[in-house]
């Protein structure tokens, strides 16, 4: 599996590490059933799913991926944006 | 469908046979059912019937199981013809007397992530939750051939976890005396004691030098497909259907009871319905709206060509997480860590394969001889604590049975009993009281056995 950094083009997986699906964080506020949802609950798709990689052993960025998890096809690739910190840092 | 070669066990003729016999005759009104001879004669096996066929061509043996058309209404039916729903549908029978129940499988039994494992069979968990359900497990498949008539080449040859420094000793002496207060086997050997047993491993490697084991000599591997077979001859030796190339397709509700499912071959009434799909429980849940903490992840196995004895226990390996051993046919088998991203494609990615080879060199180099034949994958679902669920689920009638990670084909006895314990009687198993759907909202008996958290992606 090759994985498409915006910055550095297709690279091999081993650059990569997983982050997991990309979902949006819920307000600090937003209480423990939004939290639980966020934190355990998972669509958990057999098709595309957005996820988070970070090119570690590369370039160093964040990439929000769109990915076939049935096929590993790499359907999409993009930095991540500043505001995607709060739910997306490891 | 039905299997080749015979199969060997000798046991006493019990009075269930001949009732079981009556049922074959009763649904199936051919001639010669499924299960029984050309005499219409329970099928069983055992040595005296091999020496038979062998002398008479084998030609008596028949399908090891009816093949029926859905019938439009049961009284439970099970989704998945895995280890799981075959041998839930088995306990239904077995121990709560309900055969009016189908298993509904969208491939062919046995064709899932059941005959894709390798095969390990142990009950050295140990934090409470799992440590009373895996020992209940190894006490059932103690006894299971004779229970199934069935020979599922169960090997209680033992396991031995290699540690490498005392950080890992400590970690094993622990484990061993939770398994021992669990009522199971372990002992800890000495680097002295575990060279007198298994020589050929690498005992002064520079970066991971092997200095003793944990051993549970209970532990060891069974056949997986015949485990499949076994519970599937013996769940329809009791009148259970066991209905394949059926897929469910949507989960009926009506007021917020199950009331069916729609399958590839009809709807199907039903007020009682078991979820048992594996690496598929998101996808069947959401069928009825639920959504799972559950992330599917491809888990990748291999197998060398066949050799003459060199290994023969279960081995584990803590660097690098390899598990190895020896099947009966000679070949190694074996396998380390998942392939650490969202997967549902039954096949794995070159670092983990890259990653599994220098494991085994670094563990026993000889291995390098070997020529690698094949290897596979298959999909888990991953709960967050990285143990299972057996519970209710929010619709009345609707059950679940998922999150078995990588170490469900150990758990297939305990995980039917439990399942058929808990649909039969509206109850949790004592075993499985612990196996909550609620812990990780309420955060309550998680079981995060490896503890890294109780977070996707981390087990
Ligand atoms: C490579 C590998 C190695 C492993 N090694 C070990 C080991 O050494 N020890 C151990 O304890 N465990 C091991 N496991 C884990 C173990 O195999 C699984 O946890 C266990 O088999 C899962 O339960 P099951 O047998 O019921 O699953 P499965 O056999 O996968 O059964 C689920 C069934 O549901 C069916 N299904 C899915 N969706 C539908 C639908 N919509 N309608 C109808 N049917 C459906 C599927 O076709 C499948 O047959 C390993 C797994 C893998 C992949």
Redesign the interface.
């Known amino acids: 599996m090759r994985i498409t950094c915006p910055l550095c083009g297709e690279r091999d997986r081993r650059e990569f590490t997983y982050r997991g699906a990309a979902l949006d964080a819920p307000a600090a506020d937003d209480g423990a059933e939004a939290w639980h949802s966020h934190v355990h609950l998972r669509q958990n798709p057999a098709g595309p799913l957005e996820e988070w990689w970070h090119h570690q052993q590369g370039c160093g960025s964040w990439i929000r991926v769109r990915r076939d998890t049935v096929s590993h096809v790499m359907l999409a690739s993009a930095l991540a944006k500043p505001e995607d910190a709060d739910g997306g840092s490891a | 469908m039905s299997v080749k070669g015979a199969q060997t066990q000798s046991a006493p003729l019990r009075s269930w046979d001949w009732k079981a016999w009556r049922i074959a005759v009763r649904l199936n009104g051919t001639i010669r059912p499924a299960g029984t001879d050309a005499l219409g004669v329970v099928m069983r096996f055992s040595g005296w019937r091999v020496l038979r066929e062998g002398l008479s061509g084998n030609r008596g043996w028949g399908p090891h199981w009816r093949d029926p058309d859905p019938k439009a209404e049961y009284d439970a039916v099970i989704i998945g013809g895995g280890g799981h729903g075959l041998a839930t549908a088995y306990y239904l029978a077995k121990d709560h007397g309900m055969t009016n129940i189908a298993v509904l499988e969208r491939g062919y039994l046995g064709g899932g992530n059941v005959g894709r494992n390798t095969t390990i069979v142990r009950a050295n968990y140990y934090l409470p939750g799992n440590s009373e359900f895996y020992s209940h497990s190894l006490k059932l498949w103690e006894g299971l051939e004779q229970d199934l008539n069935y020979n599922a080449m169960m090997s209680q040859r033992g396991i031995l976890n290699v540690f490498h420094n005392d950080a890992q000793r400590d970690a094993a002496v622990r484990r061993a005396n939770a398994i021992i207060n669990q009522g199971d086997d372990a002992e800890i050997l000495t680097r002295a004691q575990l060279r007198d047993m298994v020589p050929q491993l690498n005992y002064d490697g520079n970066r991971f030098p092997i200095q003793g084991a944990l051993l549970q000599r209970r532990a060891g591997t069974a056949r997986h497909d015949a485990v499949a077979w076994g519970f599937a001859r013996a769940a329809d030796l009791r009148g259970v259907d066991l209905i394949q190339n059926c897929e469910v397709t949507g989960i009926r509700t009506e007021g917020g009871r199950v009331t069916g499912v729609e399958t590839g071959r009809g709807t199907i009434r039903a007020k009682t319905v078991a979820m048992a799909a594996a690496g598929?429980s998101?996808?069947v849940a959401?069928l009825a709206g639920l959504?799972?903490?559950?992330?599917?992840y491809v888990l990748q196995a291999f197998v060398t060509e066949g050799l003459k004895p060199i290994i023969d226990h279960v081995i584990t390996f803590a660097e690098g997480h390899l598990y190895i051993s020896q099947s009966d046919k000679g070949g190694l088998v074996f396998g380390s860590y998942l392939d650490?991203?969202?997967?549902?494609?039954a096949r794995g990615?070159l670092?983990m394969v890259e990653h599994t080879m220098e494991a085994c060199m670094a563990m026993m180099p000889a291995i390098g001889k070997a020529k690698l034949l094949r290897g596979w994958g298959g999909i888990m679902d991953m709960t967050?604590d990285g143990s299972p669920i057996i519970d209710r689920t929010p619709i009345e009638g609707l059950y679940l049975n998922a999150g078995w990670c990588y170490g469900g084909f150990k758990a297939t006895p305990a995980s039917g009993q439990c399942y058929a314990h808990l649909i039969a009687t509206g109850r949790p198993h004592d075993a499985a009281a612990g196996f909550r759907l609620d812990r990780?909202?309420t955060g309550r008996g998680l079981m995060d056995e490896e503890a890294t958290g109780a977070?996707?992606?981390l087990h």
């Open positions: 598929r998101s996808q959401a959504t799972l903490p559950i992330e599917s650490l991203y969202a997967s549902y494609a990615n670092p967050p990780f909202e977070q996707h992606n």
